[in-house]
């Protein structure tokens, strides 16, 4: 690529536009748009005119809002328009939500009445909802046609539509019936009536459904595109499997963020400002920290044990982080599974039998290797004559301990935040360290106490 | 849900057959196999049997391997080979690959000699492949054919592909010269050239390309199906975005696996056996418990100070965990970003300016709400007069010194492990909290040791 964004600069130094142009119109928007970002800014607008009409409108879908903010800026009017006319309805109304209030009033004041109108509808639904990211352009098809009947219609309207391959049949009410695809037309009878092939048993999502509920219907399905009605099952608009990939991708970035202690943010990091980073990670930090109290509450409590048998000290971080790590697979896991579907509450009961067995299993392998690693490395390697064969014992024996207990709030903890209608993420990692912390070294002085008879 | 397969088990328990079947045929295949899963597995080969032959195939496919293989052995082969025949190309060789051998064998026997040769060839492609997940089931078009011609090939050959919305035009050595959507076949008139009409810069993938590489192409360009070509550029397949979805799903997954040390599986949790479960989270356990070994002696060395001091021992998981979730908070949002194209290697020195100054931001807010928690609640509150002034002041002091260095190496990690050509993904939470936890002791000692005057 490196090498192209050289060449469009040095045709655009020499003024070469229409090498320029022939080399562009070769290519894809989201490819065009990968280029410009390595242009200068002020090349930009220069380029952006020497594409037809309709690949220009590809191309700034593709862009960040303050790439499109900065073209829109050096926009004619007239310039502006033919941008804006070429947007589908979802793209125009989500630019509309990114610019700033001077610039939508211009896209506002040139785009079509009719797009302006759909604009405004769809900036009514709430953020996230099957609504927000429908479009309103699909081919609507009445029963009584006859298949020559819909082709015709198709022709006539379907140039402007964002999917064609679905058409979806409603009353004059404009409920719907049923859909069809295009398919299906090119391969029926000149005079078949929609009404006999057509899809009846429709399925359908409200408009404020769940974004993430949508595009995971049209995932499950297998849809390239899921009609989206009101309340009163009237056909409003369609969700695009394109965009239900970008929201399962989405999605799954909030969930991994989530999993870290951050709160979701919605731009790209390198976009991001350091202030909303550190809004967004802040909260949890702060959380988490003051919880920590518990750990040193449970070590201020026997300070004499550890100042009697102070070998013990040693095997604290190792123990703990041993625990974090075993919770937060468990707990991991499930999560994933409970956001797939692979997993639902119900199954509360085989998932603690299953993660019982496999912590009993990394229990005992993990102790064993732990024993081992402690009388090798930490007694004879090291020297040090205070980690002793009892001691050895505790440690291995609370890891055993440390890592059942850790598995099992490990993945009953994401079940119990989905019944209690939270987000399960938010039970990743940090939030079972900082239990299974104060949990291990509870276990680590209970055993310590009981075998090596501590003051 | 629920009450549908109550219903479903009456009926049948009446030998109200037609009924059942009625219920049925109103619901989509992904539906019907969620409410078989409830049912018990005797009454399914009857079930099965009600469902039309498409349907039935299409139930067939959602199923899990297990319940397909008992589905199979209850099949006469007369039943089987309906069945078989109604699977696409990529479905029947995904069967074959989860079968056992007898089963397979019976596959094989029964299916058509094309679709038994299909099935050969895609299983020569290498697991994860593009070549892997492609359906061989498309139509291709001739560049000499008018649109007329075209739709007349598409209603004699189309009825089987999967995919009918786009067209591939090749030349007699089944080179890829252009691709065309049936929306353009439509909208155009009956004696316009295919070659006039085509798009000629087609965007296409190898056969060898990874899996996820197409997928990533389908989304990022808003294909619905992408051509697959082989090392000749002749068209052997294409890869359609139901598939694509399925793939973004999988490597989410793993990539969240990775995060939380553990080996990527391919199985649904329920369905995975306890040991390869345990096989799966054992390795990344069993070398961080090993490399704890660093935490242990560097405790072993400031012991001394320990037992001159011993209210530092109270703040020792607290920093530890608060230096872990910061780092970790860095490395995963950077490991996504990386998995996601918002950010490149190249664009480290950005990243490490920016976690710079959050680090920064963090480390100030944190040392302070930690002076003021330290002195309240651990000496106030719990009677603690070990815990002086200046302890709190070492304490504050290591936590914004810890995050500073726990966001550097969490930011920069997953970017060095790209550039040596590593998954970034193991560079997450756990691998970072062992490294963290290292420099945290260091820190920890370095500062009391100035500050506190230790022995």
């Given at each position: 690529m490196a090498s192209l964004e050289t060449a469009l600069s040095a045709l655009l130094a020499e003024k070469k536009y229409a090498t320029a142009r022939d080399i562009l119109i070769t290519m894809n928007g989201a490819d065009i748009e990968s280029v410009f970002e390595e242009l200068?800014?002020?090349s930009l607008p220069l380029l952006f005119r020497l594409l037809p009409k309709e690949l220009a409108a590809e191309v700034f879908v593709e862009m960040d809002p303050e790439e499109q903010e900065l073209l829109i800026k050096g926009f004619s009017d007239s310039e502006l328009k033919e941008v804006v006319d070429e947007l589908y309805a979802d793209d125009a109304a989500d630019l509309v939500e990114e610019m700033p209030a001077n610039v939508v009033k211009r896209i506002l004041k040139t785009a079509d009445p009719d797009l302006r109108k759909t604009i405004n509808e769809l900036l009514?639904?709430?953020?996230?909802s099957a609504g927000s990211i429908m479009t309103t352009e699909m081919v609507t098809l009445r029963p009584a046609m006859t298949v020559a009947e819909a082709i015709k219609r198709i022709r006539r309207?379907?140039?402007?539509?964002?999917?064609?391959y679905n058409c979806y049949i409603t009353d004059d009410q404009r409920r719907l019936l049923g859909t069809i695809t295009i398919r299906t037309l090119i391969l029926a009878?000149?005079?078949?009536?929609i009404a006999d092939l057509m899809e009846e048993n429709v399925i359908s999502v409200g408009t404020l459904a769940d974004q993430e509920t949508a595009a995971e219907m049209l995932a499950r399905y297998d849809f390239t595109a899921l009609p989206v009605v009101d309340q009163e099952n009237r056909l409003v608009g369609i969700v695009t499997v394109d965009d239900a990939i970008d929201v399962l991708t989405e999605e799954a970035t909030e969930d991994i963020e989530r999993m870290a202690a951050i709160l979701p943010s919605d731009k790209p990091y390198l976009r991001t400002g350091v202030l909303s980073i550190w809004s967004n990670r802040i909260p949890w930090l702060l959380l988490l920290m003051v919880s920590a109290t518990f750990t040193s509450m449970i070590l201020s409590s026997f300070e004499n044990a550890l100042a009697a048998q102070s070998a013990l000290l040693l095997f604290i971080p190792m123990l703990m982080d041993t625990g974090g790590n075993s919770g937060s697979q468990a707990s991991v896991t499930i999560i994933r599974a409970l956001s797939l579907g692979d997993?639902?509450?119900?199954?509360i009961g085989e998932v603690v039998w299953k993660e019982v067995r496999v912590a009993l299993l990394c229990g005992v392998s993990l102790g064993l290797v732990c024993f081992g690693k402690v009388m090798l490395i930490d007694r004879l390697l090291m020297?040090?004559?205070?980690?002793?064969v009892p001691v050895a014992l505790v440690v291995c024996l609370t890891m055993a301990a440390t890592i059942l207990c850790a598995k099992l709030v490990g993945c009953t903890l994401p079940i119990l935040a989905k019944l209690a209608k939270l987000d399960p993420a938010v039970c990743a990692s940090p939030f079972i360290t900082t239990i299974v912390d104060a949990l291990s070294l509870l276990i680590y002085f209970a055993v310590a106490s009981s075998l090596l008879r501590l003051v």
């Open positions: 200068p800014e002020e009514k639904y709430p953020e996230d309207t379907g140039f402007d539509k964002e999917t064609v009878e000149d005079d078949d009536l997993v639902e509450p119900r199954d020297h040090n004559p205070e980690v002793t």
